[in-house]
Antibody, heavy 119, light 111 residues
Framework: QVQLVQSGAEVKKPGASVKVSCKAS????????INWVRQATGQGLEWMGW????????GYAQKFQGRVTMTRNTSISTAYMELSSLRSEDTAVYYC????????????WGQGTMVTVSS | QSALTQPASVSGSPGQSITISCTGT?????????VSWYQQHPGKAPKLMIY???NRPSGVSNRFSGSKSGNTASLTISGLQAEDEADYYC???????????FGGGTKLTVL
């Protein structure tokens, strides 16, 4: 079945970087854009950006421009989201999500990766 | 502050109907028919319930329906069931450089 499996929880210090992975299975990895969405504890969802796994083209939310980088390794069907210059406000669950059915919405989500930023 | 405005909470008794609103602007909700709704249970990833304003993905109960008027979209859940208790988020395409915006979420309590 179609699924996205993300890497495990991370604890980072302020100023550091974190790289979260998202491994796709059950479909052709290069067929659908990978989106990243985060959710701070007890808060709402926040879209961070997208990446086309075929071309590598990306688009980032203005809030994260200059701090986020989305990449992929097509040989292992895995997408990555790296966030730099971490601060406490970046503590959140990070999700990857795709639209595999051309619904203009995210029908498949990863299980989420908790990133904690603490000194 | 979220780009789309939702009520913080709504509640209803089993069997009743509830409606959750999602208010945006002409640059997002009002300008495009790309409004979607997600259900999220505690500790779980969001689940798509409605796409393109009023369409249900395969497998989603027909008790869930969506609509839009002007800059406000709505999610209606009829015949409330205990399992519907969750957080609900609306989302819309936006013409800004941030292509997708979410609402702040609404906590549904089934009394």
């Amino acid at each position: 079945q179609v699924q996205l499996v993300q890497s495990g929880a991370e604890v980072k210090k302020p100023g550091a970087s974190v790289k979260v992975s998202c491994k796709a299975s059950g479909y052709t990895f290069t067929s659908y854009d990978i989106n990243w969405v985060r959710q701070a504890t007890g808060q709402g969802l926040e879209w961070m950006g997208w990446m086309n796994p075929n071309s590598g083209n990306t688009g980032y939310a203005q809030k994260f421009q200059g701090r986020v980088t989305m990449t992929r390794n097509t040989s292992i069907s895995t997408a990555y989201m790296e966030l730099s210059s971490l601060r406490s406000e970046d503590t959140a669950v990070y999700y990857c999500a795709v639209d595999t059915a051309m619904l203009d919405a995210f029908d498949i989500w990863g299980q989420g990766t908790m990133v904690t930023v603490s000194s | 502050q979220s780009a789309l405005t939702q009520p913080a909470s709504v509640s209803g008794s089993p069997g009743q109907s509830i409606t959750i609103s999602c208010t945006g602007t002409s640059s997002d909700v009002g300008g495009y028919n790309y409004v979607s709704w997600y259900q999220q249970h505690p500790g779980k990833a969001p689940k798509l319930m409605i796409y393109d304003v009023s369409n249900r993905p395969s497998g989603v109960s027909n008790r869930f329906s969506g609509s839009k008027s002007g800059n406000t979209a709505s999610l209606t859940i009829s015949g409330l069931q205990a399992e519907d208790e969750a957080d609900y988020y609306c989302s819309s395409y936006t013409s800004s450089s941030t292509l997708e915006v979410f609402g702040g979420g609404t906590k549904l309590t089934v009394l």
